[in-house]
């Protein structure tokens, strides 16, 4: 089955730093990778979405790029601020609006440190 | 608009007792889904809904039952609570048409069975 592996450990970025945050995925590409920010005691928000035939989007300070041969998607947050700090998730999908749901990883912590 | 609404926010519940958690959405999205989330797990994708009277299952359906007779709204029934149910639910919905379509989630019911 489909695995999305995301490091689930903290990661810890010094403010107006580039995060970088790595997405791997097992077995065939999935259509579209998806990206969302939770913080504590809310739901996931929608970020940035990619298909496979997209190699990079961009979206004010957050860009995605999608590398099908590595299997793997970076997620790019520049000049950082200790506001980015959340867990950052990544999920594919074979539809763009994920009519058959999201399968998700377990999603990275990112801290950002004044 | 109130986006997608999830009651309660809390609930504690014996083993055994059978309960609905409630989610609405006004945004006249086609697809919605259930997911829930424990720690070290991620999301997982429990039942998912491409339109009115339409559902199927996700990955983790096994004790809980859903039905969608209306576009607005999508309960999730648990029919005998279990501890193993103890988890923060999130239900999200998304447009359906295009590609590029977000998932919108809802705040989440944190469950706790005991």
């Known amino acids: 089955s489909q695995k999305i592996e995301q490091n689930s450990e903290a990661l810890n970025i010094q403010e107006g730093k580039t995060a970088t945050l790595t997405c791997n995925y097992t077995?065939?590409?999935?259509?579209?990778l998806q990206w969302y920010r939770q913080d504590p005691g809310r739901g996931p928000v929608f970020l940035l979405l990619?298909?496979?035939?997209?190699k990079e989007k961009r979206k004010e300070r957050l860009k995605v790029t999608f590398d099908t041969t590595l299997k793997q998607s970076l997620f790019h947050i520049t000049a950082s601020q200790p506001a980015d700090s959340a867990t950052y998730l990544c999920?594919?999908?074979?539809?763009?609006?994920?009519?058959?749901?999201?399968?998700f990883g377990k999603g990275t912590h990112l801290i950002i440190q004044p | 608009n109130a986006g997608v609404t999830q009651t309660p926010k809390f609930q504690v519940l014996k083993t055994g007792q059978s309960m609905t958690l409630q989610c609405a959405q006004d945004?006249?999205?086609?697809?919605m889904s259930w997911y829930r989330q424990d720690p070290g797990m991620g999301l997982r994708l429990i039942h998912y809904?491409?339109?009115?009277?339409?559902?199927d299952q996700g990955e983790v359906p096994n004790g809980y039952n859903v039905s969608r007779s209306t576009t607005e709204d999508f309960p999730l029934r648990l029919l005998s609570a279990a501890p193993s149910q103890t988890s923060v639910y999130f239900c999200?919905?998304?447009?359906?048409?295009?590609?590029?379509?977000?998932?919108?989630f809802g705040p989440g019911t944190r469950l706790t069975v005991l």
């Open positions: 999200a919905s998304s447009y359906g048409g295009g590609e590029y379509n977000e998932q919108f």
């Open positions: 077995n065939y590409s999935p259509a579209y």
């Open positions: 990619i298909r496979e035939n997209e």
């Open positions: 999920a594919r999908s074979y539809s763009g609006g994920g009519a058959d749901g999201l399968t």
């Open positions: 945004m006249n999205h086609e697809y």
């Open positions: 809904s491409v339109g009115a009277g339409i559902t």
